[in-house]
């Protein structure tokens, strides 16, 4: 079974502090993909990678980076962490198999709270 | 808890009824499509996909229904159980690098 993990289930951070979430994910994925994820809203797309050192940004990249060096590791970095990034962190990985499978395999989330 | 859903459409069967998830996506050029369930306190997980050529696909008690012409998927559990519980996603995905786009969510209550 594909497992994705993050590092933490729970966070509670200051504002401007900078944040790091991990995710790592143990099926030799070639893409990984950031979400957050808030009431009404769905998933949306904040960053993803599609090889070692690369990526690409979503749809809401603003105030975030990522970082990805190694294949199964995926890192989410909020420069300078603000009250409007409370959310649920979602990671996601998946096969990059040109068309033929799009399921994403999900991690469990980080709940975020910034005060 | 999980806040995940707190302003999502809901819902609500007797338990043993069949439940039907309706989701409107909105690129005609997404080829591809996908449906999620989402647990209190957990991340996604796959239910069931299927591609733009079929308008029909079937699992286990699952059944997803695409009408291309109207931009419309559907989501069919028979027989709903208590473990059917939770929030369902939709998903279309066109283009590279197997970008999703989710929709809002549905939560379904299923009620003894």
């Known amino acids: 079974d594909v497992k994705v993990t993050q590092s933490s289930r729970y966070l509670v951070k200051r504002t401007g502090e900078k944040v790091f979430l991990e995710c790592v994910q143990d099926m030799d994925h070639e893409n990984m993909f950031w979400y957050r994820q808030d009431p009404g809203l769905g998933l949306r797309l904040i960053y993803f990678?599609?090889?070692?050192?690369?990526?690409e940004k979503g749809d809401i990249p603003e105030g975030y980076s990522v970082s990805r060096e190694k294949k199964e590791r995926f890192s989410l970095i909020l420069e300078s962490a603000s009250t409007n990034q409370t959310s649920m962190y979602l990671c996601a990985s998946s096969l990059a198999d040109r068309g033929l499978n799009f399921e994403q395999y999900f991690g469990p989330g980080t709940r975020l709270t910034v005060t | 808890g999980e806040s995940v859903g707190l302003h999502l459409p809901t819902l609500s069967v007797q338990e043993g009824d069949n439940s039907i998830i309706n989701c409107a996506y909105s690129n005609s050029a997404s080829d591809y499509f996908i449906w999620y369930k989402q647990e209190s306190g957990k991340g996604p997980q796959f239910i069931i996909d299927i591609r733009s050529n079929m308008d029909k696909r079937q699992g286990q008690r699952v059944t997803v229904l695409l009408n291309k012409t109207v931009k419309h998927l559907s989501l069919q559990i028979a027989a709903t159980q208590p473990g059917d519980s939770a929030v369902y996603f939709c998903a279309e995905a066109s283009g590279g690098y197997n970008k999703l786009i989710f929709g809002a969510g549905t939560r379904l209550a299923v009620h003894p």
């Open positions: 990678s599609y090889d070692v050192k690369m990526k």
